[in-house]
């Protein structure tokens, strides 16, 4: 029978809970920051366990973010290829200018030794696989350009995802010898869904592409009002429908996505100014009508911007 870790913030109290989830999961991931959007209630549980030298964790938790530095990534002891696969919820991973998000049926890689940011934006429950780095990209497998990518959907991937979720469920059953035969068919899999996925250009790799140009356009003109669909079609020199192709299946419209950028943007900003008037934050980020700021700002932190300011850091 594998060795297993659970923590669970169950027999914490509520007051402390936030302080103890950040040091749980810094601890066990190897060193991430987290935050839990404003929210002051929270509830999070952590059971992990070994397929040889294959890391699998259930989490189930309330809506968090974590985020890991390019310094943190560096002074990790063990380079991993980590994956999140929901089976509720959704996770949206941001690693070298890429994101991706994905719910159940589906998983996102993302690399441990380069900075990365994971938004679950929702209560979550996830499968996640950290399969060491040298085990899967190894004979020539080059991973830039593969991560932060949505796999999971057909093919190769597929299979890797149901095998996942299966050694993960059957491990408490298996002899120490069977877990890690089964770790080594995980990072085979988990190898041929990069090798499909880097040797392909499809209509999806492709509308990919154009998601990245995207997103990488928002971020260098998100502090212009006037950015837009309409901006971004010019600038790219496509059409609005293959904007909105691209962006097919996220789960957001791209209007949305500049909107969550830029609140995530003033968030930061309020966190680290305190000596800026917020209006002045919202419209050097492109924000036109402070009333129409201070109500996203509640619909998506619970909170007013007067009132994340003041609350004590999570």
């Not at 560096?74 to 719910?103: F, H, M, N």
């Not at 041929?192 to 999806?204: C, I, M, R």
Request: aromatic share 6%; proline share 4%.
């Amino acid at each position: 029978m594998a060795a297993s870790t659970v923590l669970s913030t169950d027999a914490v109290a509520p007051r402390d809970r936030a302080g103890q989830w950040a040091e749980w999961v810094s601890r066990h991931f190897g060193g991430l920051q987290s935050d839990l959007y404003g929210d002051t209630d929270f509830d999070g549980h952590v059971a992990a366990t070994q397929a040889g030298d294959v890391i699998l964790t259930r989490l189930e938790a309330n809506r968090h973010r974590v985020l890991r530095t390019g310094g943190m990534a560096r002074a990790s002891e063990t380079p991993y290829l980590k994956i999140v696969a929901p089976w509720q919820g959704s996770a949206t991973v941001q690693q070298d200018g890429r994101e991706a998000c994905a719910r159940d049926g589906a998983w996102v890689i993302y690399d441990t030794t380069d900075a990365y940011e994971i938004a679950n934006p929702e209560r979550c429950d996830h499968l996640i696989v950290m399969v060491p780095k040298d085990g899967v990209a190894e004979r020539g497998l080059r991973t830039d350009g593969v991560m932060a990518r949505r796999l999971g959907a057909s093919g190769i991937s597929r299979v890797a995802l149901e095998t996942m979720r299966n050694t993960y469920q059957e491990l408490p059953h298996m002899s120490a010898a069977a877990a890690q035969g089964a770790g080594e068919l995980i990072k085979q899999l988990v190898r041929l869904s990069l090798l499909e996925l880097s040797g392909q250009e499809t209509a999806v790799t492709q509308r990919e592409a154009l998601r990245d140009r995207i997103r990488a356009h928002v971020r260098q003109h998100l502090r212009d009002p006037e950015l837009s669909v309409d901006t971004i079609a010019r600038a790219l020199h496509c059409s609005r429908r293959h904007l909105y192709n691209a962006f097919a299946g996220e789960g957001e419209s791209i209007a949305a996505y500049i909107q969550r950028e830029r609140l995530q943007a003033c968030i930061r900003d309020l966190q680290q100014g305190a000596g800026r008037p917020i209006t002045e934050i919202a419209l050097s980020w492109g924000f036109g009508n402070p009333s129409h700021f201070s109500r996203v700002f509640r619909d998506h932190t619970g909170m007013s911007p007067s009132a994340f300011r003041g609350a004590p850091v999570r």
